[in-house]
């Protein structure tokens, strides 16, 4: 099974909305991220978390907060977004940081 | 045919023929190649991986070559179907860089029945 779930597959929010993303998985992958994909160009890479702890964060807003509750889950905390923010939020997981990366479905975030 | 700038590079191949997409990555240091599979709509699938220290993998229907003297990677999907018209990710782990991965550009694989 190399499955990662991510809720809500959409979102819309205002610009002074808190929400959360969420992403899920049970395969024993010690390593998730965060990464955020714009229509036509490849994902680019926010966060890192390995063994729970956040072993890199690319430079994000603060608006953006990402936690690691446990070894399975992995959520995304937003707060006044931006319009600019509107895009696919990707969750991967791999059972380490060098090796292969899955992904879920993403959730579609759009900010109104 | 393929086109450059603005839009994602394009390959339109005809079922059943071969296709290979290519994709030149960026620094030398980088141990560690995955290609991905993104159908519209969803998020991007594993397809193969490759190490440095190899410079041929093969897979069902696909194959990874790896010449790390000009930094080129391919991926030959063999008797292509329907079903594998996607956009193609090549990414490229840096050594020491904690499981970042960066992400080419991609290509539109489109294949015509």
């Known amino acids: 099974d190399t499955e990662v779930t991510q809720t809500p597959k959409h979102l819309v929010m205002g610009m002074t909305n808190k929400k959360s993303l969420k992403c899920e998985q049970h395969m024993g992958h010690r390593a998730m991220y965060w990464y955020k994909q714009k229509a036509k160009k490849p994902p680019e890479l926010m966060f890192v978390y390995s063994y729970e702890k956040l072993s890199i964060n690319e430079s994000v807003p603060s608006r953006f907060s990402p936690e690691c509750p446990n070894s399975s889950l992995l959520n995304l905390h937003l707060h006044a977004l931006q319009p600019e923010d509107s895009a696919l939020y990707l969750c991967?997981?791999?059972?380490?940081?060098?090796?292969?990366?899955?992904f879920g479905p993403g959730t579609r975030l759009t900010v109104t | 045919g393929e086109s450059v700038g603005l839009h994602l590079p394009t390959l339109s191949v005809q079922e059943g023929d071969n296709s290979i997409i290519n994709c030149a990555y960026s620094n030398s240091a980088s141990d560690y190649f995955i290609w991905y599979k993104q159908e519209s709509g969803k998020g991007p699938q594993f397809i193969i991986d490759?190490?440095?220290?190899?410079d041929k993998r093969q897979g069902q229907r696909v194959t990874v070559l790896l010449n790390k003297t000009v930094k080129h990677l391919s991926l030959q999907i063999a008797a292509t179907q329907p079903g594998d018209s996607a956009v193609y990710f090549c990414a490229e782990k840096l050594d020491n860089q904690g499981g970042k991965l960066i992400f080419g550009q991609g290509t539109e694989l489109s294949v015509k029945p």
């Open positions: 490759i190490r440095s220290n190899m």
């Open positions: 991967a997981s791999s059972r380490a940081l060098v090796r292969e990366q899955y």
